[in-house]
């Protein structure tokens, strides 16, 4: 009998969201991972009874780690500095958005551990959203934000800036720092 090859949930985690990104929930399969691994689908049956707990225990790992480094947003002080830094690492993985429509996408599961694990995942997003909250109200006590804007409309609209196609090809810094100025100042010239 072959030995199997050693992985990292690390590295099964990133083939996982390489997959996803690149073929969507419906045709993400285990043959594909066990192929990208160089490993046996029953490899991964070992560890995971289905492609919904795998996916969404990958899903909890990528929002936690997300979550952790959102907190790292209170150690700057003023509006324009936490704006900036939830922008970066927003910017930095553009496939938070797509990721959190696929787990829309996951069927209500008689396994356990899946629906474990999406109401987790709802919780998370939740958690995510309150946490801002006093990223928000903080531009609105330094007159950055306008009072009667409410907070899940900013945000909503801060996050789906990463989705917004870059049809023409403009420069990725360009891009992002032209989204920066949309967002901060709208679309209208300043008079």
């Known amino acids: 009998m072959a030995r199997e090859r050693k992985f990292t949930l690390e590295e099964l985690y990133q083939a996982t969201k390489d997959t996803l990104v690149h073929v969507g929930y419906n045709g993400f399969t285990f043959s594909i991972i066990a192929e990208k691994l160089e490993l046996s689908r029953g490899t991964i049956y070992k560890y995971f009874v289905n492609k919904d707990e795998l996916i969404t225990e990958y899903m909890l790992y990528d929002m936690n780690r997300f979550l952790e480094d959102l907190k790292l947003i209170h150690q700057y002080k003023s509006f324009d500095e936490q704006f900036d830094y ?63 804007l409410h907070s899940g409309l900013i945000l909503g609209f801060i996050f789906q800036s990463i989705v917004i196609p870059n049809h023409f090809q403009v420069p990725e810094s360009d891009w992002f720092s032209s989204i920066k100025d949309i967002i901060r100042f709208g679309i209208y010239r300043q008079s």
């Open 86 to 148: 939830l922008l970066g690492i927003i910017f930095r993985d553009r496939t938070i958005q797509q990721l959190i429509r696929i787990a829309s996408q996951i069927p209500e599961s008689k396994e356990n551990q899946v629906k474990v694990n999406l109401e987790k995942l709802r919780r998370l997003h939740l958690d995510m959203y309150a946490q801002l909250e006093d990223f928000i109200q903080l531009g609105k006590v330094e007159g950055k934000i306008r009072e009667n």
